[in-house]
Each structure stands twice: as structure tokens, then as C-alpha cells.
């Protein structure tokens, strides 16, 4: 199983960026799915994550700026991220939970390779 993460990039502040991440390989099923992301010196943190049926919940740096979303027939994963600010700036990672055959026992945490959003002032 890979997790493959796409988009991210340089934007001024105020401005809008997108990633996307999309999960490949033997899947039987996947679970909640959520972006982190891990500025310099920081330890990594949650920014959003939405289960398989559609809930959302945000870090309250975020909400209001961003969204979250998912299309299980791609079995991909989007973050849209409005009006950005310079604390933004971050390399971002996805996370899903993927079960890879019909037992439970196969259900673990996949990760991205991290793509870098930068926000300049």
C-alpha cells in the first residue's frame, strides 16, 4: 500500500493551495483519513481529518480555512487551504486507515511521503 501526496507548493499569504493524496496497492477497505503537517522544530500535528462516511474535524488553527474532503471511488484524500497565513507554512502528510484484507488485524496507519506548503509574507 502507498500513499501518494500531490500539490503544495510556494503561495503569498492570503492566498489558496491544494494537496491531494491518493492510496494505491491491495486495499480491502479505508477508514478515516486526515492530513498532519510538521513545521521546523515542531512536533507533527493533526490539521484535518474526515472518516470513510463523511465526518470532518479540523485543528481550531485551520477551521473556517480550510476543508477537507474525500473520493472513495479514487480512494484519494483533498485538503483546500484558503486564505493561508505564514504559520502555515509546513510539510504536510497524509494519514488513512487501510485494512488490507477481510480481518480486522489487517487495518493499520498508512503515511504519505509529505509534500511542503510555504506561505510568504
Known amino acids: 500500500v502507498q500513499l501518494q501526496a500531490s500539490g503544495g507548493g510556494l503561495v503569498q499569504a492570503g492566498g489558496s493551495l491544494s494537496v491531494s493524496c491518493a492510496a494505491s496497492?491491495?486495499?480491502?477497505?479505508?477508514?478515516?483519513m486526515g492530513w498532519y503537517r510538521q513545521a521546523p522544530g515542531k512536533q507533527r500535528e493533526l490539521v484535518a481529518r474526515?472518516?470513510?462516511?463523511?465526518?470532518?474535524n479540523y485543528a481550531d488553527s485551520v477551521q473556517g480555512r480550510f476543508t477537507i474532503s474525500r473520493d472513495n471511488a479514487k480512494n484519494t484524500v483533498y485538503l483546500q487551504m484558503n486564505s493561508l497565513k505564514t504559520e502555515d507554512t509546513a510539510v504536510y502528510y497524509c494519514?488513512?486507515?487501510?485494512?488490507?484484507?477481510?480481518?480486522?488485524?489487517?487495518?493499520?496507519?498508512?503515511w504519505g511521503q509529505g509534500t511542503q506548503v510555504t506561505v510568504s509574507s
Open positions: 494519514n488513512a486507515e487501510i485494512r488490507t484484507g477481510r480481518s480486522w488485524t489487517t487495518n493499520r496507519d498508512y
Open positions: 496497492g491491495s486495499i480491502f477497505s479505508i477508514g478515516a
Open positions: 474526515i472518516t470513510a462516511g463523511g465526518s470532518t
